[in-house]
Structure formats: structure tokens, C-alpha cells
T-cell receptor, first 114, second 114 residues
Framework: EAGVAQSPRYKIIEKRQSVAFWCNPI?????LYWYQQILGQGPKLLIQ????????DSQLPKDRFSAERLKGVDSTLKIQPAKLEDSAVYLC????????????FGDGTRLSIL | GESVGLHLPTLSVQEGDNSIINCAYS??????FIWYKQESGKGPQFIID?????DKRQGQRVTVLLNKTVKHLSLQIAATQPGDSAVYFC?????????????FGQGTILTVHP
């Protein structure tokens, strides 16, 4: 079974620029998550999709972050404009969507803001 | 309060020893717990999970123990190998409308010496 695919692997931008990340979940996984992982910390959930609907976006900074999951498969996460504190690894995960089905993570996009 | 920065708990063991990694969780309503292993530059990798109606679950070389009275979770790794060196995260989840939402702990750095 192919894992969660993310691109790009690395991105360097200047503050106030915009950036987008892409995620392709495991085939058949209805639930998709975006996490932010700051160096030295555990991942923090930004947004959760069930198919193409948002389940939880309570921790998404909506003034600058946006995400979509058109057609209930691939997803993109966008930051516009970026701030220095957005430097982090952005992880995408997917699961079958029930409580005891583990989330499987991609290797993330490492974002550096100059 | 939360710990931030690079001051993760660390555990150093010799190859072949047993390792025990501990985690305190915060939400008494959590009913699902999961351990992930994260190697440098990679996304978190699922190790083992446990529901709140159990107090012990075993996998291959790993055992998870759950003590709901004191809200404590531990991961035991038998015959630790150098390939086990990584950061280990516990995460807790709760049911309800946001099923599948995980809250991650701080992480523990495990170093295995040959």
C-alpha cells in the first residue's frame, strides 16, 4: 500500500510571501489531516477533513492559512502571507476515519521563512 | 503548562536492554491512545495503540500500558536495537464529533548505543 505523499519536501520563502503544500492520502482513506510541527514539539492539528468537508479547523489561523480538499482526495494547504513563526514542518496524515483507525503520516514539507 | 523548545526528555540505553518511555496525558475523557516513532526527516510512524477499556496491549517487541487512574501511558520496547533510536510521541484521542482528532505529547528522544 502506498503511503501518504507530500510535496514539496522543502520550501524556503521570505516573509510575506505565499506558499502552498500538496498532499495525496492513502487510497480509500476518507479522513485527511494537516498538522504543524515546530522544531522540538509534537505535531499540532491544523485542520481535519472528512471526505471533502471540514470536520475541525479550530486551530487553523484563518487570517493567513487556508486548506481545501476538492473531490475528497488530494488536499492543499496554503499560507498567505507567511510570517517568521510559520517556520515548521507541515505534515499530512490520513485514516479510514473511525476512532481506532490509526492515522498514517507523510514525511512532511519543511518550511523555512527568511 | 506546555514545554516548548528543544528540551525534550531523553533516554539512553545500551543495545539489547529493555526501554520504557513514559507519557502523562491530560484529558480524562480520552479513550484512545497511540504511540508514534519519528526518525529525523521523516513523518511519525505508527507503533501501537490502545483503547481505554484495556490496560495492556502487546505488539512485536513493544508493549503499551495504560493507567487511567493516574492518566499515565508507557511504551516498553524489548531488546532495544540501534534502529529504535528516534523521537517517540504519545497521542490521545477522544470520541464525539471530532473522532480521530489526536493531541500529541512533547516527545521523548531515545538513543540506543551499540
Amino acid at each position: 500500500e502506498a503511503g501518504v505523499a507530500q510535496s514539496p519536501r522543502y520550501k524556503i520563502i521570505e516573509k510575506r510571501q505565499s506558499v502552498a503544500f500538496w498532499c495525496n492520502p492513502i487510497s480509500g482513506h476518507a479522513t485527511l489531516y494537516w498538522y504543524q510541527q515546530i522544531l522540538g514539539q509534537g505535531p499540532k492539528l491544523l485542520i481535519q477533513f472528512q471526505n471533502n468537508g471540514v470536520v475541525d479547523d479550530s486551530q487553523l489561523p484563518k487570517d493567513r492559512f487556508s486548506a481545501e480538499r476538492l473531490k475528497g482526495v488530494d488536499s492543499t494547504l496554503k499560507i498567505q502571507p507567511a510570517k517568521l513563526e510559520d517556520s515548521a514542518v507541515y505534515l499530512c496524515a490520513s485514516s479510514r476515519g473511525t476512532l481506532d483507525q490509526p492515522q498514517h503520516f507523510g514525511d512532511g514539507t519543511r518550511l523555512s521563512i527568511l | 503548562g506546555e514545554s516548548v523548545g528543544l528540551h525534550l526528555p531523553t533516554l539512553s540505553v545500551q543495545e539489547g536492554d529493555n526501554s520504557i518511555i513514559n507519557c502523562a496525558y491530560s484529558n480524562s475523557a480520552s479513550d484512545y491512545f497511540i504511540w508514534y516513532k519519528q526518525e529525523s526527516g521523516k513523518g511519525p510512524q505508527f507503533i501501537i495503540d490502545i483503547r481505554s477499556n484495556m490496560d495492556k496491549r502487546q505488539g512485536q517487541r513493544v508493549t503499551v500500558l495504560l493507567n487511567k487512574t493516574v492518566k499515565h501511558l508507557s511504551l516498553q520496547i524489548a531488546a532495544t536495537q540501534p534502529g529504535d533510536s528516534a523521537v517517540y510521541f504519545c497521542a490521545e484521542g477522544a470520541g464525539g464529533t471530532s473522532y480521530g482528532k489526536l493531541t500529541f505529547g512533547q516527545g521523548t528522544i531515545l538513543t540506543v548505543h551499540p
